[in-house]
């Protein structure tokens, strides 16, 4: 039954704003499922993969999906988040955060304005 | 030309920056094809989906690995989220364009306040 909520939240979530939606997905589970962090991190990327999918196929039907720029984004950055993960016991810190933070409050900004 | 090679390498940064962070890639597909790409903001969106799936084939792959996964969960909330999908497409498609682009920056300021939260109590 808490699977369902959080299925249902995240599927809206992920399609309504093009993300993942592990934003959502990770914390549900910690909080409402009891998980650990790393099993709840593990869990929302295999449950991302089928809300993705069926988020591209929904776009698609309706001629919204552009696959050349998909995958000319999409498997470079599958090499690229393995690296990232390789590294992340390595070079992560709270400095590098804040510089991530403000990256992502910097295209916000640009955003909005 | 080079939109390609702009497209591959913010690819790569976009995948490092997820791994490294633990965040998507979602969260900067979608503004990179708005502002360097011209794409609408729900084309955008629609893209950004299909490219986060090579993404998190990759990551689930390695997590099943390490026995993190727990699979039944985890279909359960991918099935059911189809119906969240639905309603979130015709939620996106409904709303004014520039709306939904605002949205999604204040999405994008929660998630940067909530990691520079966690570098905070980590230091």
Redesign the interface.
Known sequence: MRYIAIGLTAGFFSALFGVGGGIVVVPLLMLAARFGQRSAMATSLAAIGLIAFAGTVSYALRGDVDYEYGLLLGLPAAVGAIGGTALQQRVAGPALSYAFAGLLAAIAVWLLV | MVE?LA?????????????????????I???????L?D?GQ???????????????????W???L?G????R?????????????????L???SLPEET??????????V??????W???R??
């Open positions: 390609i497209a591959v390498v913010i690819g790569l940064l976009a995948g490092a920056l997820g791994g490294l962070f633990g965040v998507g890639g979602g969260l597909f979608v503004p990179a094809l708005v502002l790409f794409f729900v084309e955008a969106e629609a893209t950004s989906l299909l490219a986060i799936i090579p993404v998190v084939l990759a990551g689930t390695r997590q099943h390490y993190n996964v727990r699979w969960p985890a279909l359960v909330i991918g099935l059911t989220a189809i119906a969240g999908v639905e309603l979130g497409v939620t996106a498609k939904l682009q605002r949205l999604f920056g204040v999405l994008l300021l998630v940067a306040a909530q990691l520079a966690r570098a905070r980590i230091s």
